[in-house]
């Protein structure tokens, strides 16, 4: 059992001013796993006094004591992924394998990123007699989810702790655990007090208390489009930057080529991975019309045979996150084959043989891009299968969505596929699995405004100013 009913507040563990504890179920086993507080807005005033009151000297430090900070925070990172991947696998069922592997592997890339952008970065540049300065923006609210709750938080606090920020996080009551550790390895790092803080408790009211808080200088969110909407109206009034990073629909484009069962494949293998809660998934698979039968095929062998179960036992997807989640994907599914879809594979229910546990079956539709199923995120293991006649139909189809956060190009001709890369409206287009710390990540249209990872991903905690007559 996790007991973690403290908050991380100007260096220190500190209680709640107000006690309000509140079960964290493991989706794997429905059992309470442990217990969280929930704060209120007086623990996020008391958060963000200590976050301001440090941006002062935090701000002022220089790159080498900031550099010098985030190494020793690797170093307890590296000590302690075992206990990061195990906090994953219990607060949001992500395979053990998963959890000590992708989800640990993003968390200390995005902290070795940081690092390097830090390392790099030209904060000041003079063009004629202007001088134009990158400041850190000021004390930064991070409201995260927990579909890769480590990677989420990790994106967002460690370009803002190098970029000279003070933070306050809030992770999500459905996974907090692994925020928990960060807190502590951060702690351990020895980061000067109220450079970072944590507090946990509900979006609705901590996440507004920081939304609207005039001494918040930013907000960078990740999650759902709705709360996403609701936290721009709120922080509207202060004036704050918001960054939302939301949902997605991304197609992925498989050519019509002599590669296409294998990345078939691996189209599937990424929808499925993490139960299909990943924003970025390529939960829309177009393939060539004319090979139709080969990518079914195709998918009936890979996703048939994917396993689902105990996180612990060696399986491809362990649940998905919560009870509620579990519903919602079910009532998609069900959607699906009302509107006339048809189940190349899995299906509504649990799959054969487990009767606890949020598990869901990786499934798989044929359908059309006008569907329910092909619109919305679904943010469950339920890939949408979608023939196009020729790459300009390829390209309408995939950008026929209200969302733009991510795409895929897969083939044998690199030239045709950045070709096509290019025509798609979205902020990240993996060719062939292409993948770089140092990219950006973020959305065109309703999959958000801004931008995570690598350099222009530090450039969210900064403000520019310019000194005009600066040189003579
Ligand atoms: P969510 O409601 O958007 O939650 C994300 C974070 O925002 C959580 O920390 C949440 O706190 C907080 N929050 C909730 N209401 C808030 C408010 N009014 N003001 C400020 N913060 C608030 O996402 P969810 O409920 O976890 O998932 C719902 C759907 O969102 C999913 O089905 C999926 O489609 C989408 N989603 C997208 C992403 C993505 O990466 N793009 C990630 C997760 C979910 P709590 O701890 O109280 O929830
Ligand atoms: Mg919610």
Same mark, same amino acid.
Request: glycine share 12%.
């Given at each position: 059992?996790?007991?973690?009913?403290?908050?991380?507040?100007?260096?220190?563990?500190?209680?709640?001013?107000? =006690?309000?504890?509140?079960?964290?179920? &493991? +989706?794997?086993?429905? %059992?309470?796993?442990?217990?969280?507080?929930?704060?209120?807005?007086?623990?996020?005033?008391?958060?963000?006094?200590?976050?301001?009151? #440090?941006?002062?000297?935090?701000?002022?430090?220089?790159?080498?004591?900031?550099?010098?900070?985030?190494?020793?925070?690797?170093?307890?990172?590296?000590?302690?992924?075992?206990?990061?991947? =195990?906090?994953?696998?219990?607060?949001?069922?992500? !395979?053990?394998?998963?959890?000590?592997?992708?989800?640990?592997?993003?968390?200390?890339?995005? $902290?070795?990123?940081?690092?390097?952008?830090?390392?790099?970065?030209?904060?000041?540049?003079?063009?004629?007699?202007?001088?134009?300065?990158?400041? +850190?923006?000021?004390?930064?609210?991070?409201?995260?989810?927990?579909?890769?709750?480590? &990677?989420?938080?990790?994106?967002?606090?460690?370009? #803002?702790?190098?970029?000279?920020?003070?933070?306050?996080?809030?992770?999500?009551?459905?996974? !907090?655990?692994?925020?928990?550790?960060?807190?502590?390895?951060?702690?351990?790092?020895?980061? !000067?007090?109220?450079?970072?803080?944590?507090?946990?408790?509900?979006?609705?009211?901590?996440?507004?208390?920081?939304?609207?808080?005039? @001494?918040? @200088?930013?907000?960078?969110?990740?999650?759902?489009?709705?709360?996403?909407?609701?936290?721009?109206?709120?922080?509207?009034?202060?004036?704050?930057?918001?960054?939302? %990073?939301?949902?997605?629909?991304?197609?992925?484009?498989?050519?019509?080529?002599?590669?296409?069962?294998?990345?078939? =494949?691996?189209?599937?293998?990424?929808?499925?991975?993490?139960?299909?809660?990943?924003?970025?998934?390529?939960?829309?698979?177009?393939? +060539? #019309?004319?090979?139709?039968?080969? =990518?079914?095929?195709?998918?009936?062998?890979?996703?048939?045979?994917?396993?689902?179960?105990?996180?612990?036992?060696?399986?491809?997807?362990?649940?998905?996150?919560?009870?509620?989640?579990?519903?919602?994907?079910? @009532?998609?599914?069900?959607?699906?084959?009302?509107?006339? #879809?048809?189940?190349?594979?899995?299906?509504?229910?649990?799959?054969?043989? $487990?009767?606890?546990?949020?598990?869901?079956?990786?499934?798989?539709?044929?359908?059309?891009?006008?569907?329910?199923?092909?619109?919305?995120?679904?943010?469950? !293991?339920? $890939?949408?299968?979608?023939?196009?006649?020729?790459?300009?139909?390829?390209?309408?189809?995939?950008?026929?969505?209200?969302?733009?956060?991510?795409?895929?190009?897969?083939?044998?001709?690199?030239?045709?596929?950045?070709?096509?890369?290019?025509?798609?409206?979205?902020?990240?287009?993996?060719? &062939?699995?292409?993948?770089?710390?140092?990219?950006?990540?973020?959305?065109?249209?309703?999959?958000?405004?801004?931008?995570?990872?690598?350099?222009?991903?530090?450039?969210?905690?900064?403000?520019?100013?310019?000194?005009?007559?600066?040189?003579?």
């Amino acid at each position: 059992m996790r007991d973690y009913l403290q908050f991380y507040i100007d260096g220190k563990w500190v209680d709640p001013i107000v =006690a309000n504890a509140a079960e964290v179920i &493991n +989706p794997a086993t429905e %059992e309470v796993s442990g217990h969280i507080s929930l704060g209120s807005n007086a623990d996020v005033d008391t958060a963000v006094a200590a976050a301001r009151q #440090a941006f002062d000297s935090w701000s002022q430090t220089s790159v080498e004591e900031r550099l010098a900070v985030l190494r020793r925070i690797q170093e307890q990172y590296n000590a302690r992924a075992a206990d990061l991947g =195990a906090a994953v696998t219990e607060e949001m069922g992500a !395979p053990v394998e998963l959890g000590n592997g992708f989800h640990t592997i993003l968390g200390g890339g995005h $902290l070795q990123t940081a690092i390097e952008v830090l390392e790099k970065y030209q904060f000041e540049e003079l063009r004629g007699q202007t001088l134009f300065v990158k400041e +850190p923006i000021g004390v930064c609210g991070l409201i995260t989810p927990w579909n890769w709750p480590l &990677n989420q938080v990790a994106v967002k606090v460690f370009p #803002a702790l190098a970029a000279g920020c003070t933070v306050v996080l809030k992770p999500p009551q459905l996974a !907090p655990y692994s925020a928990q550790i960060l807190a502590e390895i951060i702690d351990a790092a020895g980061v !000067p007090a109220g450079v970072f803080n944590m507090v946990q408790g509900r979006g609705s009211e901590i996440g507004t208390a920081m939304s609207v808080h005039p @001494d918040i @200088d930013m907000i960078s969110f990740t999650g759902s489009e709705s709360v996403g909407v609701e936290i721009a109206k709120n922080a509207a009034p202060t004036v704050k930057r918001v960054c939302q %990073e939301l949902g997605g629909k991304s197609a992925y484009i498989v050519l019509d080529d002599e590669l296409l069962n294998d990345k078939v =494949a691996a189209a599937c293998g990424g929808m499925m991975m993490n139960c299909g809660q990943t924003c970025s998934a390529g939960s829309r698979l177009l393939v +060539p #019309a004319n090979r139709l039968q080969d =990518a079914m095929a195709t998918i009936k062998n890979v996703v048939g045979s994917m396993t689902v179960g105990d996180p612990h036992s060696g399986v491809t997807m362990g649940p998905v996150v919560s009870k509620s989640q579990y519903n919602i994907i079910q @009532d998609y599914i069900q959607k699906g084959i009302d509107e006339g #879809a048809e189940v190349i594979v899995g299906g509504v229910g649990r799959p054969d043989g $487990l009767n606890k546990g949020y598990y869901v079956k990786p499934t798989v539709f044929l359908t059309n891009n006008a569907t329910t199923i092909a619109r919305e995120e679904i943010f469950g !293991p339920v $890939l949408c299968l979608i023939p196009y006649h020729d790459l300009d139909d390829a390209v309408a189809i995939a950008n026929d969505s209200d969302f733009g956060l991510a795409g895929y190009v897969d083939g044998a001709d690199l030239a045709t596929c950045n070709a096509v890369a290019r025509r798609i409206r979205a902020g990240a287009i993996y060719v &062939n699995g292409g993948f770089d710390f140092h990219s950006a990540f973020g959305g065109y249209k309703k999959s958000g405004n801004g931008r995570e990872w690598g350099e222009e991903g530090f450039d969210e905690y900064l403000e520019l100013k310019c000194i005009l007559g600066y040189a003579p």
